[in-house]
């Protein structure tokens, strides 16, 4: 049947076509580098502290090595945070409680696991309690030391954005859009 | 007061019950009781000025016995405060229960608490038994004693 | 005893709420707080432990003696050398070694800084609590010179392992005494500020104020330990009830409240660390000369290592120190830490490892504060009283 413009029926699910069509445009250079360059410079760790390590973490965070500046503030609720820093050793309990922390987090978000601990036990390595982190979670950047002092959190952070920025991290297809 | 005075009165305050008495170190005093008198000679030793628990160990001899060892001393008066009172206690190895002297020295509430999680020692009396350090679904032998092993390195592993 | 058993009432009707704080929380973390509340009050509080337990009594016993060092420095981060030091007191009781006096003042050294910038920890910490995030950039930027001049000390940041059997790991450097004068004035300078910004602070003393009041006889019945005693009026303190290394010839005072809320709590720290400075300056001023490592093992060192140590005033340990035998017996040490008493106890067979190993810390002590302090109180006062106990999960858990 051949029916001019006047005529024509749009077909399909409109909407679905439009979140394709969001989904090849932001996946599009120069869009797509725009966008990694912004989420590399809103970096928001959950507040969740497994071990000991937390207290350098606090201390990456607090003046004198001043994380702010590469957009990289702690926040409170995981569900507005798009990075899980696992501090040091993940026990059993807390595995669970990890794992939690990071199903609420939205997409796209980044997993870094600090200290010795959390690569494979470190000084714990034959504790009876321990999980390694890589194990659950899909960890993006290590930070050997134990603990790693806060340069080395600050190098990882700037890792992590190398990372997101050569857009190895970020990746829109297979996400499902909320309405 | 010196070391002596201190052995003297703890002798003198428990000359009643079956127990033995002697001084390890500059500034310890050790009591051994069997556990039937426990709660007795605590109570009486907390007359004396040692009002709070430092310090509750179980120990394991693998088919032998277990030991709880508690270390008391005193805030109230500081004199005393310089020792440590070291309460022992003898358990058969297949019956690992003591009464809990939760209702003398409310201190060794999280201690025994402590205990009976990590080696299994039975506090009659202690109102919790649930897990309190390990995972609440945790089974299996208590991890303290010497029969739960983890892996060693070097060449003893 | 029967105020214990019945911590969780549940109430028939239904009228109370169990709110879970934690263990993903704003405070520092790590442990799970089941509070019940009816309204805004808390009925009843229970702290959940275990989401830091590691063991460390288990594996101590597979470890040879030197090797717990590092081990039982994991669990206080903030506050290292306290259980470093008991551990080697106990530890070198069992020996029969007795270290220099030059180690005993560079040992009193290092734990005084370390109480300071613990101290520094514990008031940032309370800071993010009740919200003030000025108290927690401003501590943890004041921490920093301590930790500064700990790392010229030792060479590490906050895991110092400075203290070995027999004396120190190095020697201080020659300037050193100028550099901790600049930091104690820089720091006296800034506790003023303290003072007028944060410590008379209406806000703050709101908060604080009359929270969480802990009586003098409670402290003592629950055996409660540290500042958070002393602000209970129990002028215990291990420094002179029990003294260790120097400070038995130091003169410095106990400092202690009547009043027993989180504001005296906050307010001994701040005490202590006046007092800590106080104790650094005479530390400086009689350190003696002469050796920081025991004459015994001294002979014990090849000649290599005896040549290094003369020119650099750092001891190498060969490895047959990591065979280390302690005879048979048990030792007991306790020491005063930034949080409190930290008690150690070993009992040996006279092997390479102890046959157990226990390790009581400040922490675990201070829980049931918890579940003592929280209860008919609002749900905002949590923070503050949380804050003001200077908690920290991993030491309590170990």
């Known amino acids: 049947m051949v029916c001019g413009l006047k005529g024509m029926m749009w077909v399909g699910n409109l909407e679905k076509a439009a979140r394709k069509a969001a989904v090849w445009l932001v996946n599009k250079r120069p869009i797509r580098d725009i966008r990694d360059w912004g989420i590399s410079f809103s970096l928001w760790p959950v507040h969740f502290t497994t071990a000991c390590c937390g207290a350098e973490f606090a201390a990456t965070s607090a003046p004198k090595y001043d994380a702010e500046r590469f957009g990289f503030l702690p926040f409170v609720a995981s569900r507005q945070c798009n990075l899980l820093l696992i501090e040091g050793t993940l026990t059993k309990k807390m595995a669970k409680a990890a794992l939690w922390v990071y199903e609420q987090m939205p997409e796209p978000k980044f997993v870094i696991a600090m200290g010795a601990c959390a690569i494979d036990g470190g000084i714990f390595w034959n504790s009876y309690n321990i999980v390694r982190p890589m194990d659950i979670l899909p960890v993006s950047v290590f930070i050997p030391g134990c603990p790693p002092r806060p340069e080395a959190v600050a190098q990882a952070i700037i890792m992590l954005q190398k990372k997101i920025r050569k857009g190895e991290l970020v990746k829109y297809e297979e996400m499902e859009v909320v309405k | 007061m010196d070391l002596e005075e201190v052995v003297q009165r703890v002798k003198d305050a428990l000359s009643d019950l079956e127990v033995e008495v002697q001084e390890k170190g500059p500034n310890v005093v050790e009591v051994k009781v069997n556990r039937e008198n426990v709660i007795e000679a605590a109570r009486k030793l907390k007359g004396l000025g040692f009002d709070h628990v430092k310090s509750v160990t179980a120990i394991d001899y693998p088919n032998e016995r277990f030991e709880v060892v508690y270390h008391a001393s005193s805030y109230s008066n500081l004199e005393l405060a310089r020792f440590f009172l070291v309460l022992r206690v003898d358990l058969p190895y297949d019956d690992p229960k003591t009464p809990s002297l939760l209702e003398v020295w409310p201190s060794v509430l999280y201690l025994e608490h402590e205990q009976y999680d990590l080696m299994g020692i039975d506090f009659e009396g202690h109102p919790r038994k649930e897990r309190l350090l390990l995972p609440d679904d945790y089974e299996g032998i208590p991890p303290l004693r010497k029969e739960f092993k983890i892996k060693t390195e070097g060449i003893n592993a | 005893m029967s105020e214990f058993v019945e911590t969780i009432s549940r109430s028939e009707d239904g009228r109370f709420l169990e709110l879970l704080i934690g263990p993903q929380h704003p405070a520092s973390g790590h442990m799970r707080l089941v509070a019940e509340v009816d309204g805004d009050v808390v009925v009843s509080l229970r702290p959940n432990l275990g989401y830091v337990h590691r063991s460390v009594e288990k594996i101590a016993e597979v470890k040879k003696f030197l090797q717990i060092i590092p081990l039982v420095e994991r669990p206080s981060l903030a506050d290292t050398t306290a259980n470093n030091l008991a551990y080697v007191l106990a530890l070198e009781r069992l020996l029969g070694v007795e270290p220099p006096p030059r180690a005993q003042y560079l040992r009193t050294l290092l734990a005084e800084i370390n109480r300071i910038h613990s101290h520094f920890y514990g008031i940032g910490i309370h800071g993010v609590m009740i919200g003030s995030s000025t108290a927690f950039m401003w501590a943890f930027g004041d921490r920093e010179p301590l930790i500064h001049l700990a790392q010229e000390l030792t060479g590490a940041r906050i895991t110092y392992s400075y203290i070995i059997p027999g004396g120190v790991r190095r020697d201080m450097p020659p300037d050193f005494p100028d550099k901790v004068e600049k930091v104690l004035r820089y720091i006296e300078r800034r506790l003023e500020d303290y003072d007028k910004l944060y410590v008379r602070n209406p806000v703050v003393r709101a908060r604080l104020e009359g929270v969480g009041v802990l009586k003098k006889e409670d402290a003592i019945r629950l055996g409660i330990t540290g500042p958070n005693l002393r602000a209970s009026g129990v002028p215990y303190d291990v420094r002179k ?158």
């Open chain 3, 241 to 398: 009830a029990d003294p260790y290394c120097a400070y038995p010839d130091i003169d410095f005072n106990v400092i202690t409240r009547e009043e027993g809320d989180a504001m005296a709590r906050f307010l001994v720290r701040v005490g202590e660390i006046r007092e800590s400075m106080k104790i650094i300056r005479q530390v400086l001023k009689k350190m003696p000369d002469g050796p920081i490592f025991a004459e015994k093992y001294y002979k014990m060192l090849p000649p290599n290592l005896k040549k290094y140590y003369e020119e650099t005033k750092e001891v190498k340990f060969p490895g047959i120190f990591a065979n280390l035998r302690a005879p048979a017996g048990e030792s007991v040490a306790r020491v005063e830490g930034g949080r409190g008493e930290v008690v150690i106890y070993i009992v040996s067979k006279g092997g390479m490892n102890p046959y157990r190993f226990r390790i009581v810390t400040p922490s675990f002590r201070n829980a049931v504060l918890f579940e003592h302090l929280v209860r008919n109180v609002r749900v905002a006062d949590i923070p503050a009283i949380y804050g003001s106990l200077d908690y920290f999960p991993p030491e309590a858990d170990r």
